[in-house]
């Protein structure tokens, strides 16, 4: 079973809750999860396994604010993550040019600290997705087979 930590990128609560549900469903399948809902660059170092992030895009394409200093310190210390894996669930809304961009951001940042990605990750558009939390239960159900 892996060691999970959760770490959650939020404005209004959406991807929040969805990160929730998902530790709660990880739990179920006997996997440890640590849900980060102000993730530290201190507590994501501290012996990573599987990084799950589940993000929303504020403003202008930007990681939420409660998510930008770990962005931040992760950008400017680029720790070695070739040992850790991740996933990720990047919440978005396509009527915005810079759709789901602070997913992108969180995505392409790991892949630079050499990360593992855990199969594809998860877009839930606001447009599209009637459904997000039953779309993340699905994906999560999927994803952690690989794991
Ligand atoms: C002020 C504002 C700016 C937003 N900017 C973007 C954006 O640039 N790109 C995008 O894909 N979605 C954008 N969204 C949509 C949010 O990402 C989406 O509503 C998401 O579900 C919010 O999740 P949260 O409640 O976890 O913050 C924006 C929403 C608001 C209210």
Redesign the pocket.
């Known amino acids: 079973m892996a060691q999970i930590k959760i770490v959650v990128g ?7 809750q969805i990160a929730e549900d998902c530790a709660e469903q990880l739990q179920k399948m006997g996997h440890e999860t640590d849900f980060l809902s102000e993730p530290t660059y201190e507590q994501v170092i501290d012996k990573p396994d599987v990084i799950l992030i589940c993000t ?6 930007e990681v ?1 604010t409660n998510l930008m200093p770990l962005y931040c310190k992760l950008k400017d210390h680029q720790p070695d993550f070739s040992q850790v894996r991740f996933g990720l669930i990047a ?3 396509s009527s ?1 040019e ?4 602070g997913g992108k951001l969180m995505n392409e940042l790991m892949r630079d600290l050499n990360a593992k990605p855990v199969g594809q990750a998860l877009f839930i558009d ?1 447009c599209e997705t009637p459904d997000p939390d039953e779309a993340a239960a699905s994906w999560v159900d999927e994803w952690s087979t690989k794991l």
């Open positions: 939020s404005t209004y609560g959406n991807a929040s929303s895009t504020v403003g202008q394409g939420p919440l978005g809304d915005y810079t759709y789901a961009e606001s």
